[in-house]
Nanobody, 124 residues
Framework: QVQLVESGGGLVQAGDSLRLSCAASGRTFTRHSVGWFRQAPGKEREFVAGMRWSSNATYSSDSVKGRFTVSRDNAKSMVYLQMNSLKPEDTAVYYC?????????????????WGQGTQVTVSS
């Protein structure tokens, strides 16, 4: 069993930066790949960025590539999402997830565990 708790969201202006944190617990967490997703009102949950368990290879969606960076610190059981050059269209609830499906990080249905989400609002 893995538990995830996100933090770090808030209200910022366009062009600002934020760092989201995801605190994980559970003995098997280090064997999971991790991902960040977001969901805006009336839209489906979409993949933002992820990191594969064994290689620590990272992947991100085209909409955030070059602006957002995912990282993890297994010693602290933490996952981070550094978000730079934020845009109003980045406004959403951001979720941290953990999955044992290491090949399909961008598919939300493969994730076994989710946090409760943290709101990010970017004003223009």
């Amino acid at each position: 069993q893995v538990q995830l708790v996100e933090s770090g969201g808030g209200l910022v202006q366009a062009g600002d930066s934020l760092r989201l944190s995801c605190a994980a617990s559970g003995r098997t967490f280090t064997r999971h790949s991790v991902g960040w997703f977001r969901q805006a009102p009336g839209k489906e949950r979409e993949f933002v960025a992820g990191m594969r368990w064994s290689s620590n290879a990272t992947y991100s969606s085209d909409s955030v590539k070059g602006r957002f960076t995912v990282s993890r610190d297994n010693a602290k059981s933490m996952v981070y999402l550094q978000m730079n050059s934020l845009k109003p269209e980045d406004t959403a609830v951001y979720y941290c997830g953990a999955t044992l499906d290491h090949l399909r990080l961008s598919m939300s249905r493969t994730y076994n565990y989710w946090g409760q989400g943290t709101q990010v609002t970017v004003s223009s």
